[in-house]
């Protein structure tokens, strides 16, 4: 598998079993990557309120049927959850961090008044703190993938294509009502 195409895998696979929030500004409906349909936002184009609520989502590598699906031990399930538990404390402080600089610089664009310079000091802080939170999410899912055989990785894909599908088909029926 070329690179490009398994840094693609690696945000796909846990686009949806991965239960933290992302940051406003990096959800974006989809983007091609590779041949992949990568969602941006873990959580799917859900409004904040339910982004927020998707913290208790059923994450894969613990769940008993998804774990059976995919042949997933024991042990690579306590391996992948280490993994996830030691990156999400430092991300959502970080998710937190960029929630209150988000408002900030809206308000400073908005006004107009402030000088350039601060403006664009608090412009980088908040791209710098989104960009951070992006590389350390693909650090971890490129962690989790490890833990995976090639197999399993196909099978995580197929699970998560079935769910996406799943997802559209449900947000399809609800935007016709």
Known sequence: MKARQYACLLAFALAWGVGFPA?????????ECGGLSVMLDQQ???SGD???QGQNRRQWWTDPTDRAELGISAQQSAKIDEIFKSHIGAQRERWAESRKLEPLVDKLIKEGT???????QQVQQLESLKADM???RIVMLYRVMRELSPEQREKLKRL????EAEHRKSTDSQNRR
């Open 160 to 163: 998560q294509e079935r769910r």
């Open 44 to 46: 799917g184009q859900r």
């Open 23 to 31: 940051p406003a500004a990096a959800a974006e409906p989809a983007r």
């Open 114 to 120: 402030a000088d350039p310079s601060y403006v664009g």
């Open 134 to 136: 992006n590389a350390a």
């Open 50 to 52: 339910e982004r927020r």
